[in-house]
């Protein structure tokens, strides 16, 4: 089976402080996701990645940003915190055709 | 997947009854289409597929149909139990899935 997990399932943090949301998957696919998922919204793409080294921005990448050294990591970067960052962030990956979702991290920013 | 604003789509259903669960798409040229299912506290789980040169694909208890014609999926559940209690959503994507556009979701409710 398909593992993707990520390093919190709860975060409160701090208006500015930087956040790192960190995701690995198990299946050497080559492609991960970040989304976040507020409600009556559905989950809105915030950067991909297709390679090691390689990123895309998504639908709303504005005060974020990525990074990926290595096939099975991805990570996403809150480099200032803010309130309007709270949400539910989840992590995905996939090869071709079905992405794989990790649990998710809820983001609290006070 | 289309988003439907602020309110989440509920259905509620009886335990034993069938589910139907609708999903409007708005990019004629999507060709891959997903369901999934999201229980609370849980990352989205895949329940079924299908690409836009079939018209109905089944699983297990789940049917999914595709209407082309009008941007339409649906997925139905067979003989609904307590455990499909969750968020369903849709999504549609042209090609490879790294443009995949997600709806909002319906909450189902399953009553004993």
């Known amino acids: 089976d398909v593992k993707v997990t990520q390093s919190s399932r709860y975060l409160v943090k701090r208006t500015g402080e930087k956040v790192f949301l960190e995701c690995v998957q198990d299946?050497?696919?080559?492609?991960m996701f970040w989304y976040r998922q507020d409600p009556g919204l559905g989950l809105r793409l915030i950067y991909f990645?297709?390679?090691?080294?390689?990123?895309e921005k998504g639908d709303i990448p504005e005060g974020y940003s990525v990074s990926r050294e290595k096939k099975e990591r991805f990570s996403l970067i809150l480099e200032s915190a803010s309130t309007n960052q709270t949400s539910m962030y989840l992590c995905?990956?996939?090869?071709?055709?079905?992405?794989?979702f990790g649990p998710g991290t809820r983001l609290t920013v006070t | 997947g289309e988003s439907v604003g602020l309110h989440l789509p509920t259905l509620s259903v009886q335990e034993g009854d069938n589910s139907i669960i609708n999903c409007a798409y708005s990019?004629?040229?999507?060709?891959?289409f997903i369901w999934y299912k999201q229980e609370s506290g849980k990352g989205p789980q895949f329940i079924i597929d299908i690409r836009s040169n079939m018209d109905k694909r089944q699983g297990q208890r789940v049917t999914v149909l595709l209407n082309k014609t009008v941007k339409h999926l649906s997925l139905q559940i067979a003989a609904t139990q307590p455990g499909d209690s969750a968020v369903y959503f849709c999504a549609d994507a042209i090609g490879n899935n790294n443009d995949m556009r997600f709806g909002a979701g319906t909450r189902l409710t399953v009553k004993p």
């Open positions: 995905a990956s996939s090869e071709r055709d079905e992405q794989y």
């Open positions: 990019n004629s040229a999507s060709d891959y």
């Open positions: 299946m050497d696919h080559e492609n």
């Open positions: 990645s297709y390679d090691v080294k390689m990123k």
